[in-house]
């Protein structure tokens, strides 16, 4: 299964790549398929900011592997694996698939690379501890040719990924943030914390 996405490395990086792959062979085939298309874009954000791209693809390869588990259930094991429950999290119980995915990863799997995990915990919303990896998987994940439709802005959030991956994520945070808003929805407060974080290192910037 390895041709398909290239993942390719040694030692621990090897074995996690074939325990995770194990978990995505085991997805349906339409979230495959986004996994893979979000892995090319992660090498190349990748690639255009200094990161090592089979770690940027190793990362999207992990990043939805608790995608297709259905909401109840991730209520269950979200408590098991001691990831917290949030007000926002009980109503929409799809926003802890990346939360519970890491600590699968990390309980079940054995897997101890702690950025890589922080990528997949933190992929739906962003964090304002995301490092590069981090930053590249919630960007790259979002970048899905097959998102423009929910993203209309997409061709330009690529570009401003490819120039500064901080810029691009406050641009997605506050579009989505918008959005959701606009259509009477909620907000994750790791979003809004992530958004706050970005916005105050601009103004700082400015200053
Ligand atoms: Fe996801
Ligand atoms: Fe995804």
Request: hydrophobic share 40%.
């Given at each position: ?9 040694s030692?621990?990086?090897a074995?996690?790549?074939?325990r995770?792959q194990?978990?995505v062979?085991?997805?349906p085939?339409g979230l495959?398929?986004?996994?893979y ?10 690639r ?5 791209e089979e770690r940027?693809?190793?990362?999207m390869l992990a990043?939805?592997?608790?995608r297709a ?9 979200a408590?098991?694996l001691?990831?917290?429950i949030g007000l926002?999290?009980?109503?929409v119980p ?6 519970v995915?890491a600590e699968l990863l990390?309980?079940?799997d054995r897997?101890d690379?702690g950025p890589l995990?922080?990528a997949?915990?933190?992929h739906?919303t ?5 490092d590069?990896?981090g930053?590249?998987?919630?960007l790259?994940?979002k970048?899905?040719?097959?998102k ?20 691009a ?6 579009q ?8 009477g929805e909620?907000?994750?407060p790791a ?5 706050n ?5 601009t103004?700082?910037?400015l200053?």
């Amino acid at each position: 299964m390895h041709q398909q996405t290239g993942i390719i490395g040694s030692g621990d990086m090897a074995a996690h790549a074939n325990r995770i792959q194990e978990r995505v062979d085991l997805l349906p085939s339409g979230l495959q398929a986004h996994i893979y298309r979000v892995c090319e874009i992660a090498r190349e954000l990748g690639r255009q900011h200094g990161l090592d791209e089979e770690r940027a693809a190793l990362g999207m390869l992990a990043h939805d592997v608790a995608r297709a588990t259905p909401g109840g259930e991730l209520l269950r094991l979200a408590p098991e694996l001691g990831v917290p429950i949030g007000l926002v999290d009980r109503r929409v119980p799809v926003m802890l698939h990346g939360p519970v995915g890491a600590e699968l990863l990390r309980q079940h799997d054995r897997i101890d690379d702690g950025p890589l995990l922080e990528a997949v915990y933190w992929h739906t919303t962003s964090h304002p501890s995301l490092d590069t990896l981090g930053k590249v998987v919630f960007l790259a994940d979002k970048l899905d040719p097959n998102k423009q439709g929910r993203y209309p802005y997409l061709p330009q959030l690529r570009e401003t990924a490819m120039e500064n991956l901080d810029r691009a994520t406050l641009m997605f945070l506050t579009q989505e943030t918008m959005a959701r808003v606009d259509r009477g929805e909620l907000v994750h407060p790791a979003m809004v914390e992530a958004r706050n974080h970005l916005l105050t290192k601009t103004l700082d910037g400015l200053e």
